[in-house]
């Protein structure tokens, strides 16, 4: 059993001390996370309407060349497109909406013929549902001014942000919480693994840390282990051991 897993009347304090100071930087940072992440994902935004040439074309070879675009592109209609949504009224393959938007590709095993069949199906249902009150240039079929084309970007940007606020919110914890072990640890005399370098759990300096490694760990009884990912690793100062801290929690292996 984990070092004071059953001790949970322990653990009250502390876990006080971390509520309170979450909700802390949440009111004082979280805005500011979310913020930065609109202005960035606007300019993203500005950059599919410069490819599409301000949405005029959103054909196949545009995909092609641009898979990673559809999650704005799919913003930009009316109402939003979740994606199971326009894999339906496409008649596309999930699979292939996936890639794109998760690896900016498209399927390997797909077809240039499959692909092109798709990415058309895919263009039609987007441009039959561009949404006019936010490109209003489409309808007197002229060229946007600059205003209007950035406020049209910092619309589908707001819509992009706000389908995935919580994982804004998250990784900018997650940056906070480990910036907080490392100063801890740092504080201790440990000094971080420099970046880039090759390391191992059971072979790292007695002394240093590092952060988001995988630790291999046997599946009981088969003999096969996986990889478990762990926020930020330590060895033990015998060097015989380690230790780790997952999400806020400590824990000591050997």
Not at 111 to 116: G, I, K, T, V, W
Not at 169 to 184: C, D, V, Y
Request: charged content about 25%; aromatic content about 6%; hydrophobic content about 40%.
């Amino acid at each position: 059993m984990a070092v004071n897993r059953d001790k949970p009347d322990r653990w009250k304090a502390d876990i006080a001390q971390s509520v309170d100071m979450y909700n802390d930087w949440f009111l004082r940072f979280a805005p500011n996370a979310y913020r930065a992440s609109r202005a960035e994902t606007t300019r993203d935004v500005d950059a599919t309407l410069a490819a599409t040439d301000n949405l005029t074309d959103i054909g196949v070879a545009l995909l092609r060349a641009n898979p990673g675009m559809l999650p704005a592109l799919r913003m930009a209609t009316c109402p939003p497109l979740a994606a199971d949504r326009l894999t339906g009224l496409a008649g596309v393959s999930r699979n292939l909406v996936k890639v794109m938007e998760r690896d900016s590709k498209l399927p390997l095993r797909m077809s240039q013929q499959e692909a092109d069949i798709a990415l058309g199906r895919i263009g039609d249902v987007i441009r039959g549902m561009l949404d006019p009150d936010i490109f209003v240039w489409l309808e007197r079929e002229g060229v946007p001014t600059e205003r209007e084309r950035y406020r049209a970007a910092t619309i589908v940007a707001d819509r992009l942000c706000g389908s995935v606020a919580n994982p804004i919110i998250r990784n900018a914890q997650e940056k906070r919480q480990l910036a907080a072990i490392a100063r801890w640890l740092e504080g201790r005399g440990f000094t971080p693994v420099a970046t880039g370098e090759r390391r191992h759990h059971d072979n790292m300096e007695p002394g240093t840390f590092t952060f988001r490694l995988n630790v291999p760990s046997e599946r009981e009884g088969t003999g096969r282990y996986v990889n478990i990912p762990i926020d930020a690793v330590h060895p033990a100062q015998d060097g015989e051991g380690w230790g780790l801290a997952v999400a806020g929690r400590s824990q000591v292996g050997r």
